[in-house]
């Protein structure tokens, strides 16, 4: 597994998918790599659930995004986990919204 600093994930092989960056180094298990983005609502109780499970997640405003909905803005979170315990993270979050999986 290799890690793009630019983009904070984790990736397969030599290239970043996402920004197509091909210096990525060995990705590190303290390395924050993106697990999600969720409407802020969704993202707090992610982050609950992580938390509760020893899973320290950081989030921050999705300044790029704007959802809009129903009229009204939701602003959105992307939540990062450091890598060690991206496995883990993915398996609670399938647990907690199986349905977009
Ligand atoms: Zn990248």
Redesign the pocket.
Known sequence: MNY?E??H?AVQGEQ?P??G?SKVRPVRGDDYCFLVEKEDMWAQLLQEILEDNGVHPISHDSMDVVWVMRGGELSRQCIYVPFCHLELARELMQAAFPEEV
């Open positions: 793009c630019r983009c994930v970043c996402v920004c960056q």
